[in-house]
């Protein structure tokens, strides 16, 4: 798949950098003999295999989908607190529940660590932000 | 088309328990006269606020359940700022997260059926065939 995106990619790039755009677009074959000898690889060849790779070290032993907080070993796979009681409604007024996802100086807790599903992660997130409107929550606690 | 709101509104600390139920009659009446309907209302008490507003530490929650279109609730919102007794409000609709709630509770009661005849296990799983329960449990009603 990256020889082929490779190749046509060469084939403009050399077109671009010969000024020959007519040779890029029509009749890739014959564009491509002409400069093609040195072959110039684009960036965009290994700079893509280069690129999405630097978080899969610390995130492959790790296994699990919902655990590990960048450790290298296997956390037990934590389950949405919200899913397994079945609590529908996250209201802004039960402020305890809240405080259970807020950290010490009130911000809100990334779902990596708390271990709630998307859905109910961002209904927190709501009803976190509405309860800090209302004074119930603090927006920055701890000075 | 009536709507469900909440109104969450903080009062001063230290007005009187008479003026603050002569402010919430004064909202209500307002409410009516314009066709809305106050559903509940409730006295939070006085609880210490996460941050200080407007200088005041502590103040009394009161929650206002109301029915009514948009335009009443934009008059109710105005006089909630424009009086002085009021420190922080907030309105949040809830009609929709109502019928949403709903669904899931005819969801569920529609699952419990199904898990009282054998085969619990399948009646966790099968979501899309609660949808055929559905089906069966009126047929049970009228029979």
Same mark, same amino acid.
Request: glycine share 14%.
């Given at each position: 798949?990256?020889?082929?995106?490779?190749?046509?990619?060469?084939?403009?790039?050399?077109?671009?950098?010969? =000024?020959?755009?007519?040779?890029?677009?029509?009749?890739?074959?014959?564009?491509?003999?002409?400069?093609?000898?040195?072959?110039?690889?684009?960036?965009?060849?290994?700079?893509?295999?280069?690129?999405?790779?630097?978080?899969?070290?610390?995130?492959?032993?790790?296994?699990?989908?919902?655990?590990?907080?960048?450790?290298?070993?296997?956390?037990?796979?934590?389950?949405?607190?919200?899913?397994?009681?079945?609590?529908?409604?996250?209201?802004?007024?039960?402020?305890?529940?809240?405080?259970?996802?807020?950290?010490?100086?009130?911000?809100?807790?990334?779902?990596?660590?708390?271990?709630?599903?998307?859905?109910?992660?961002?209904?927190?997130?709501?009803?976190?932000?509405?309860?800090?409107?209302? =004074?119930?929550?603090?927006?920055? =606690?701890?000075? | 088309?009536?709507?469900?709101?909440? @109104?969450?509104?903080?009062?001063?600390?230290?007005? %009187?328990?008479?003026?603050?139920?002569?402010?919430? %009659?004064?909202?209500?009446?307002?409410?009516?006269?314009?066709?809305?309907?106050?559903?509940?209302?409730?006295?939070?008490?006085?609880?210490?606020?996460?941050?200080?507003?407007?200088?005041?530490?502590?103040?009394?929650?009161?929650?206002?359940? @109301?029915?009514?279109?948009?335009?009443?609730?934009?008059?109710?919102? &105005? &006089?909630?700022?424009?009086?002085?007794?009021?420190?922080?409000?907030?309105? @949040?609709?809830?009609?929709?997260?109502?019928?949403?709630?709903?669904?899931?509770?005819?969801?569920?009661?529609?699952?419990?059926?199904?898990?009282?005849?054998?085969?619990?296990?399948?009646?966790?799983?099968?979501?899309?065939?609660?949808?055929?329960?559905?089906?069966?449990?009126?047929?049970?009603?009228?029979?």
């Amino acid at each position: 798949m990256a020889e082929e995106t490779g190749s046509t990619g060469a084939a403009e790039q050399s077109g671009g950098s010969t =000024a020959s755009s007519g040779g890029g677009s029509s009749a890739s074959s014959s564009g491509g003999s002409s400069s093609g000898g040195y072959r110039p690889r684009p960036a965009g060849g290994p700079g893509g295999s280069r690129g999405p790779r630097p978080g899969g070290g610390p995130g492959g032993p790790g296994g699990g989908p919902g655990g590990p907080g960048g450790r290298k070993f296997f956390r037990r796979k934590k389950v949405c607190k919200f899913c397994t009681e079945k609590i529908d409604a996250i209201s802004y007024r039960d402020v305890r529940l809240l405080q259970g996802f807020v950290a010490e100086r009130g911000k809100i807790v990334p779902r990596r660590l708390t271990g709630v599903c998307t859905t109910h992660q961002r209904k927190l997130g709501q009803a976190i932000k509405q309860s800090r409107n209302i =004074a119930l929550l603090p927006f920055a =606690a701890r000075f | 088309m009536n709507r469900t709101y909440e @109104v969450m509104f903080i009062v001063r600390p230290d007005v %009187e328990e008479a003026e603050i139920d002569k402010l919430v %009659e004064g909202f209500s009446a307002n409410v009516k006269q314009s066709g809305g309907e106050v559903k509940s209302v409730e006295k939070m008490g006085r609880r210490r606020l996460a941050y200080a507003v407007k200088k005041f530490n502590d103040g009394f929650y009161m929650l206002l359940n @109301v029915a009514a279109e948009g335009g009443v609730i934009a008059e109710l919102e &105005r &006089r909630l700022r424009v009086s002085e007794q009021v420190i922080k409000f907030i309105t @949040v609709r809830m009609d929709e997260e109502e019928k949403r709630l709903e669904k899931v509770k005819a969801l569920r009661a529609t699952k419990v059926k199904r898990s009282a005849t054998p085969a619990p296990v399948a009646a966790v799983e099968e979501a899309p065939a609660a949808e055929a329960a559905e089906v069966e449990a009126p047929a049970e009603a009228t029979a």
